[in-house]
């Protein structure tokens, strides 16, 4: 069974990111569709980087067991 994986490049915006996770897994939940959340943060002292990422929480994903539910 396939798994949807929810990339989320954060900094800085705390309560946006705890609104849009819980606003996302109450949809997907209720949808029935399994998931997993990926945050990634990247190091303060760079310059935000949105694609690089998003390739890393890629890869996350995909190392990730897939047969787990959350």
């Known amino acids: 069974m396939h798994k949807l994986g929810v990339v989320i490049p954060y900094r ?3 309560e946006q990111l705890d609104l849009f996770k819980k606003s996302m ?3 997907l ?3 029935g569709i399994p998931y997993e959340i990926i945050t ?3 190091d303060w002292a760079k ?3 949105r ?3 998003l390739n890393i929480g890629y890869k996350v994903a995909n190392s990730l067991d897939r047969k787990s539910v959350v």
């Open 12 to 14: 800085d915006r705390l």
């Open 25 to 27: 897994k109450h949809y």
């Open 29 to 31: 939940h209720a949808k």
């Open 40 to 42: 990634v943060e990247q």
């Open 47 to 49: 310059i935000f980087n």
């Open 51 to 53: 694609g690089k990422l």
